[in-house]
């Protein structure tokens, strides 16, 4: 099982164009298929690693009768229906037309997974449709030239959530069957990077010397697994080490803890943010620890918002639980502190352990789980608009000077970390309390704890 996508816009844009990159030779020919018509064509896609069908909205360039705009709307909307996905295609040297806007309503109103493309945008003149694409409210345009193969690399990471999506449900559905096989081996278009499924998801453990980093890793990876010894890292500071933790693929990296400690001792006192930057550059998901003894020191707190404001998703761990006599109470402080002292991370998991005798280890590894998932969550166009109905109407936006600020619409433009985009009149405007209320309702009703969430607001009067 694979998803469909569908290639909209107005006739002249590009979608041909695409659709012929896309399936290369392996189009099916749809006029006798029922239900089919032929306006729409369907075909097997392959970008890098993945496989999934397209249809194309072409074959209307030769209606030149006024009932053109009718019926590329039904064709379109026909098509969104259809699909799982759809991408809509702008002529970036054009830039965009009120055509191009009729477009965009449908899909606002129609569709769950909407990317923008703007196509022909080889070359410098092309800059200025790129920008304008954004005002349709469909997030951040991918820009393209299928004509030159530009961006496929791109659209493939903007594929990418979908269609790890799909694989998992058909692995689901069908656990015998193997779904990433690739008969003929086809040349990537772009060489383009390999399956993510197969890649480790990467995790960061930071936090203060002592605090029972190296002793964790040891633990999660268990003493014979450790005999293969951990391997140099990608930086001269920031160790990782590749392991199936409970059936999950990750690479782990440290910051220096898993080295030999007399090697360290000296730098000990040293190994501070910076080190850790690193390693938070090279993880999807951070877990800070703290010693349960002296918890959210200055370093701490400072790693923990270094994670935060690079994108990460951001677990909390609490070590050597084992020595804590008044447990309860001593959660209820921490809960306390957190929410003070890093309010940016709000929602954000944390979980006690003992590194030293392996007890939360089981909840830590659910949590760094979910909060990778949270991560990488894709909201739908549509469900952010009735959403986003739901919220003004509750509270409304203020009125500077008067005159109100009108939000229009929004739409997820990307994942690894979710980030929004509200189109709306006078975004210098809009005090950040609004924003913020935004964000804490985008993360409660749309279950998004802990991980950063991006709102950016965007001009539309
Ligand atoms: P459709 O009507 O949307 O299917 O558009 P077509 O795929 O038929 O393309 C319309 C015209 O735009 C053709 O002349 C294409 O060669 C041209 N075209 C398509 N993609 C590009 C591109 O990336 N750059 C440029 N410069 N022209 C393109
Ligand atoms: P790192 O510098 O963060 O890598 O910390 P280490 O893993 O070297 O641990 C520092 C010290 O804390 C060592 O003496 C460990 O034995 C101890 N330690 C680590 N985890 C625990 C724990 O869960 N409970 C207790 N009681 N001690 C721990």
Redesign the pocket.
Known sequence: MSFTLAIVGRPNVGKSTLFNRLVGKRLALVDDQPGVTRDLREGDARLADLRFTVIDTAGLEDATDDSLEGRMRKLTERAVDMADVCLFLIDARAGVTALDEMFAEILRKRADHVFVAANKSEGSAADAGVLEAYSLGLGEPIRMSAEHGEGMHDLYTALLPLADGYAERAEAEAPEVDVAVDEDGEADPEGVRKPTKARPLQVAVV??????????INKILGEDRLLTGPEAGITRDAISVQMDWDGLPMRIF?TA?MRK?AKVQEK?EKLSVSDGLRAVKFAEVVVV?LDAAIPFEQQDLRIADLAEREGRAVVVAV?????EDDKQGKLRDLREAFERLLPQLRGAPLVT?????GKGLDRLHAAVEKAYDVWNRRVSTARLNRWLTGVLEAHPPPAPGGRRIKLRYMTQAKTRPPGFVVMCSHPDKMPASYSRYLVNGLRDDFDMPGTPIRLTLRSQS
């Open positions: 936090g203060r010397p002592n605090a029972g980093k190296s002793t964790l440290d803890g400690k000990l620890l070590n050597k639980w084992d020595i352990v003992s590194a030293k005798t």
